[in-house]
């Protein structure tokens, strides 16, 4: 049964900073990783999505890493922003599945 | 939001009463997803839809039942609600299974009481 963990639950951070978001599965044989935003009292909003035939996407600030191998993703941002804040969450998909696993998020905290 | 719109926002019911949510689509989009949204335990798949009249059930399907008479719709169906499905409900939508970005409504806050 896949697992996704997101360490740590909550993060504070100055603004200006470059942050690295964490995210591990523990079923390697996944279809694609994604990385959410949410933020309070909404929906998720999709922020990139990687293959499991890619490395890494990027999107602005952004960037997504994936190794299979390691059961790991990350997410860098670059150059933090208060609007910035929000809980992100990562989601693996299986293959040959509609199962999309989630992790619990990080609420992530920028301050001004 | 991608053109996605649930109703109702917020909803307050007895035990025991039956509910539908509803999510509503302007994309024309294939797959239709219901989640909810619990602490502790993050955002589990309840059923989805592959099409028009076909659905199939994720992880947390008991006591709900779906339906999709027309591609634009997905209700979601609370047979005789219980506490424990007071929850925040999201509905999200994606052109095709081979992991296209999934895009989500903004939810609808169940309390049952």
């Known amino acids: 049964k896949q697992e996704v963990t997101q360490i740590p639950a909550a993060l504070s951070v100055p603004e200006g900073e470059n942050l690295v978001l964490n995210c591990s599965f523990t079923?390697?044989?996944?279809?694609?990783l994604q990385w959410f935003r949410q933020d309070p009292g909404k929906g998720l909003t999709s922020l990139l999505l990687?293959?499991?035939?890619?490395r890494e996407q990027t999107s602005g600030r952004l960037n997504a890493s994936l190794d299979k191998s390691s059961g790991r993703s990350t997410l860098y941002i670059a150059a933090s922003q208060p609007g910035d804040s929000a809980t992100y969450l990562c989601?693996?998909?299986?293959?040959?599945?509609?199962?999309?696993?989630f992790g619990k998020g990080m609420k992530l905290t920028v301050n001004p | 939001d991608a053109g996605i719109t649930q109703s109702p926002r917020h909803k307050v019911t007895e035990t025991g009463t039956p509910v539908t949510l509803r999510c509503h689509q302007t994309?024309?989009?294939?797959?239709m997803y219901w989640y909810r949204q619990d602490p502790g335990h993050g955002l589990r798949l309840i059923h989805y839809?592959?099409?028009?009249?076909?659905?199939d059930k994720g992880e947390v399907s008991d006591g709900y039942s779906v339906s999709r008479s027309k591609t634009e719709d997905f209700l979601l169906t609370l047979e005789s609600a219980t506490s424990s499905q007071t929850s925040v409900y999201f509905c999200?939508?994606?052109?095709?299974?081979?992991?296209?970005?999934?895009?989500f409504g903004n939810g609808t806050r169940l309390t049952v009481t």
């Open positions: 999200a939508i994606s052109p095709r299974q081979d992991g296209s970005p999934l895009h």
């Open positions: 079923d390697s044989a996944i279809y694609n």
């Open positions: 990687i293959q499991s035939s890619q």
């Open positions: 989601a693996a998909l299986q293959g040959g599945s509609e199962k999309l696993v």
């Open positions: 994309e024309n989009h294939r797959y």
């Open positions: 839809s592959y099409g028009v009249k076909d659905t």
